[in-house]
C-alpha cells in the first residue's frame, strides 16, 4: 500500500472506531430512541433522546472531533483558524515567522495598500465606526452610493447595490427575487451562499454538471416549461478549480429558454480581462446579457461585503425589499471606502492584473511540467493541485507549512475525497523565485 493510501485507511479506520461507541449508545436502552419507546406516564421532556438535547452530541460537532482527533494521531496540526499577524498578501506572518502565502484571495495587493488603507482611516475619522442604522432608515452614507455608482459603471449597468456580506448578497437575493413556482437550476460546483439562496425562496432547485452548457439546454428544454421564472446560476471564475463557464453559450441557452442569467463574480472581478473587470471583459460580451451581476469586495476589492448590479428595476427591488439588506445595518463607512479606492486604483494600474495573469500562468506552467494534476484551471488566481486524499493534502498542508509555505488544504466534504487538494490563490505580488521555492517544496514532500 502506498503512503497516500496508508494515510487515507488510518484516518478512515479511527473514524469508524470513533462512530462505534456513538451508535451504541444511541442504542442503548437508558437512552429511548422515540417519544414512542418511552415508559408510560412519562414526561414530555423526559422521553426526548439525549442526542437531540446535548450540542456535543450534534452530528457536526462529532465530525469536527473526528477530523481533529485523526489529524492528532497523525501528528498533524489543525490546518483551520490559522492567526496572521498583519496583513496577508503574497507573504505573511504566522506564529511569528514570515511565511509564503496562498491562502488569502488579496489577488491585487490591495488589501494593505497605503492608499486603500488610508481611505478606511479618514472614512473611520469621518463617519464614526458604524452607521448604526439599516440604510433605508438613516444609516445612509454618501460613500455607499460612491461606491455603488463605481461599481455600475465598471460594469457599464444602471446601478448597483451593495450588501455588508457578500454571503448574506446570494441568501437574500435569489430568497427574495424567486418562489415556490420558480425554479433555480445551477453548475453543480456553485458556492453555498447560492443554494442557501434557493434553498430558501422555496423554489424548485436543479443542478447541471459543472461547466456542461449543453446540459443545461437539455434539462431547460424539458422543464422550463413547469416554471414561472427560471434563473440559471454560474460562477465567474470557479474557486475550487479556477476554471471558467463558456459565457456566450449560456447566454444563448437562457435567452432561448427565456430565462434570468446570474453570474457570481466572487473570484472573477478584479481578475479576469486586461483591466481585471472581470467575465464580461474576457468574453468582450455586453454587460446587460447577463441578468443578473454579483460579486463580492473581499476579495480583489480589498474589503468586506458583496455587490449586485443590473438593471435598475432589478437594483431598486432589492434596495427596497431584500432582506439582508432592508433588516441589516448598512456598511461601515470604513469597509465602503477602502473598496472604493480598491476599485479606482484596480482600473488606474491594470499593471496589477497584468502581473496577476503572468504570476498564475508560470505557477500552472511549472506545476504542469513537474507532473502535478492541476484539474481545468486556466491560470488566473485559482491553481489546485489534485492530490487524490484528504489526509495526503492534509499532510502535505502540514508538511509546507512546515517549510515556511501556507496553502490550504481541500478536504471532503468540501470536495469528492478523490479530488482532494492543495488550493492555490496567487496574488500580483507573487515572485517566480517564491513559486519555484513551492513547487520545488511541494515536489520533495510528495
Ligand atoms: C463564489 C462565491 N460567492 C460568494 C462568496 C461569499 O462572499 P464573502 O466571503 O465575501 O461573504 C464566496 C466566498 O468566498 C464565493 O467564493
Given at each position: 500500500?502506498?503512503?497516500?493510501?496508508?494515510?487515507?485507511?488510518?484516518?478512515?479506520?479511527?473514524a469508524?472506531?470513533?462512530?462505534?461507541?456513538?451508535?451504541?449508545?444511541?442504542?442503548?436502552?437508558?437512552?429511548?430512541?422515540?417519544?414512542?419507546?418511552?415508559?408510560?406516564?412519562?414526561?414530555?421532556?423526559?422521553?426526548?433522546?439525549?442526542?437531540?438535547?446535548?450540542?456535543?452530541?450534534?452530528?457536526?460537532?462529532?465530525q469536527i472531533r473526528m477530523l481533529r482527533e485523526g489529524a492528532?494521531?497523525?501528528?498533524?496540526?489543525d490546518?483551520?483558524?490559522?492567526?496572521?499577524?498583519?496583513?496577508?498578501?503574497?507573504?505573511?506572518?504566522?506564529?511569528?515567522?514570515?511565511?509564503?502565502?496562498?491562502?488569502?484571495?488579496?489577488?491585487?495587493?490591495?488589501?494593505?495598500?497605503?492608499?486603500?488603507?488610508?481611505?478606511?482611516?479618514?472614512?473611520?475619522?469621518?463617519?464614526?465606526?458604524?452607521?448604526?442604522?439599516?440604510?433605508?432608515?438613516?444609516?445612509?452614507?454618501?460613500?455607499?452610493?460612491?461606491?455603488?455608482?463605481?461599481?455600475?459603471?465598471?460594469?457599464?449597468?444602471?446601478?448597483?447595490?451593495?450588501?455588508?456580506?457578500?454571503?448574506?448578497?446570494?441568501?437574500?437575493?435569489?430568497?427574495?427575487?424567486?418562489?415556490?413556482?420558480?425554479?433555480?437550476?445551477?453548475?453543480?460546483?456553485?458556492?453555498?451562499?447560492?443554494?442557501?439562496?434557493?434553498?430558501?425562496?422555496?423554489?424548485?432547485?436543479?443542478?447541471?454538471?459543472?461547466?456542461?452548457?449543453?446540459?443545461?439546454?437539455?434539462?431547460?428544454?424539458?422543464?422550463?416549461?413547469?416554471?414561472?421564472?427560471?434563473?440559471?446560476?454560474?460562477?465567474?471564475?470557479?474557486?475550487?478549480?479556477?476554471?471558467?463557464?463558456?459565457?456566450?453559450?449560456?447566454?444563448?441557452?437562457?435567452?432561448?429558454?427565456?430565462?434570468?442569467?446570474?453570474?457570481?463574480?466572487?473570484?472573477?472581478?478584479?481578475?479576469?480581462?486586461?483591466?481585471?473587470?472581470?467575465?464580461?471583459?474576457?468574453?468582450?460580451?455586453?454587460?446587460?446579457?447577463?441578468?443578473?451581476?454579483?460579486?463580492?469586495?473581499?476579495?480583489?476589492?480589498?474589503?468586506?461585503?458583496?455587490?449586485?448590479?443590473?438593471?435598475?428595476?432589478?437594483?431598486?427591488?432589492?434596495?427596497?425589499?431584500?432582506?439582508?439588506?432592508?433588516?441589516?445595518?448598512?456598511?461601515?463607512?470604513?469597509?465602503?471606502?477602502?473598496?472604493?479606492?480598491?476599485?479606482?486604483?484596480?482600473?488606474?494600474?491594470?499593471?496589477?492584473?497584468?502581473?496577476?495573469?503572468?504570476?498564475?500562468?508560470?505557477?500552472?506552467?511549472?506545476?504542469?511540467?513537474?507532473?502535478?494534476?492541476?484539474?481545468?484551471?486556466?491560470?488566473?488566481?485559482?491553481?489546485?493541485?489534485?492530490?487524490?486524499?484528504?489526509?495526503?493534502?492534509?499532510?502535505?498542508?502540514?508538511?509546507?507549512?512546515?517549510?515556511?509555505?501556507?496553502?490550504?488544504?481541500?478536504l471532503?466534504?468540501?470536495?469528492?475525497?478523490?479530488?482532494?487538494?492543495?488550493?492555490?490563490?496567487?496574488?500580483?505580488?507573487?515572485?517566480?523565485?517564491?513559486?519555484?521555492?513551492?513547487?520545488?517544496?511541494?515536489?520533495?514532500?510528495?
Amino acid at each position: 500500500m502506498n503512503q497516500r493510501n496508508d494515510l487515507k485507511h488510518r484516518l478512515l479506520a479511527q473514524a469508524r472506531k470513533r462512530q462505534r461507541p456513538r451508535d451504541a449508545a444511541a442504542a442503548s436502552p437508558s437512552m429511548p430512541e422515540s417519544p414512542e419507546s418511552a415508559p408510560p406516564g412519562a414526561g414530555a421532556v423526559s422521553r426526548v433522546p439525549e442526542r437531540f438535547t446535548r450540542f456535543d452530541a450534534h452530528p457536526g460537532y462529532q465530525q469536527i472531533r473526528m477530523l481533529r482527533e485523526g489529524a492528532d494521531r497523525l501528528g498533524l496540526t489543525d490546518p483551520f483558524f490559522k492567526v496572521h499577524d498583519g496583513n496577508a498578501g503574497a507573504t505573511s506572518r504566522i506564529d511569528g515567522r514570515e511565511v509564503i502565502n496562498f491562502a488569502s484571495y488579496n489577488y491585487l495587493g490591495l488589501s494593505g495598500n497605503p492608499r486603500v488603507t488610508r481611505a478606511g482611516q479618514e472614512a473611520l475619522a469621518h463617519y464614526g465606526s458604524s452607521v448604526s442604522a439599516s440604510r433605508v432608515v438613516s444609516g445612509e452614507r454618501p460613500i455607499h452610493r460612491e461606491l455603488e455608482r463605481a461599481i455600475a459603471a465598471a460594469y457599464r449597468v444602471d446601478d448597483a447595490v451593495a450588501f455588508v456580506s457578500g454571503h448574506a448578497t446570494n441568501v437574500s437575493t435569489l430568497g427574495y427575487l424567486l418562489g415556490p413556482r420558480d425554479l433555480v437550476i445551477h453548475d453543480a460546483y456553485i458556492h453555498n451562499s447560492l443554494l442557501v439562496g434557493a434553498q430558501l425562496s422555496g423554489a424548485k432547485r436543479i443542478s447541471f454538471p459543472h461547466n456542461d452548457p449543453a446540459a443545461l439546454d437539455a434539462l431547460l428544454t424539458r422543464h422550463r416549461g413547469q416554471f414561472e421564472r427560471v434563473l440559471v446560476v454560474i460562477e465567474g471564475l470557479y474557486s475550487m478549480d479556477g476554471d471558467v463557464p463558456d459565457l456566450p453559450r449560456f447566454i444563448d441557452i437562457k435567452r432561448r429558454h427565456q430565462a434570468w442569467l446570474m453570474v457570481d463574480e466572487a473570484h472573477s472581478f478584479g481578475v479576469l480581462g486586461d483591466h481585471a473587470l472581470g467575465l464580461r471583459e474576457y468574453f468582450g460580451v455586453p454587460a446587460e446579457d447577463v441578468d443578473i451581476w454579483m460579486g463580492t469586495m473581499s476579495k480583489s476589492l480589498a474589503g468586506c461585503g458583496g455587490y449586485i448590479a443590473g438593471c435598475t428595476a432589478l437594483v431598486e427591488t432589492l434596495r427596497y425589499l431584500a432582506p439582508g439588506f432592508l433588516y441589516s445595518v448598512g456598511m461601515p463607512a470604513q469597509v465602503a471606502a477602502p473598496s472604493l479606492t480598491a476599485l479606482q486604483l484596480m482600473q488606474q494600474e491594470p499593471e496589477r492584473a497584468r502581473a496577476l495573469h503572468a504570476i498564475s500562468r508560470y505557477f500552472l506552467e511549472q506545476a504542469r511540467e513537474r507532473g502535478f494534476d492541476t484539474g481545468d484551471s486556466i491560470g488566473a488566481a485559482v491553481v489546485p493541485i489534485i492530490v487524490g486524499s484528504s489526509p495526503l493534502a492534509a499532510r502535505l498542508s502540514h508538511d509546507l507549512f512546515e517549510r515556511g509555505i501556507n496553502v490550504q488544504p481541500i478536504l471532503h466534504p468540501a470536495v469528492p475525497e478523490k479530488s482532494a487538494r492543495l488550493r492555490f490563490f496567487l496574488s500580483c505580488e507573487h515572485t517566480r523565485e517564491q513559486i519555484d521555492q513551492t513547487l520545488d517544496a511541494l515536489t520533495a514532500a510528495t
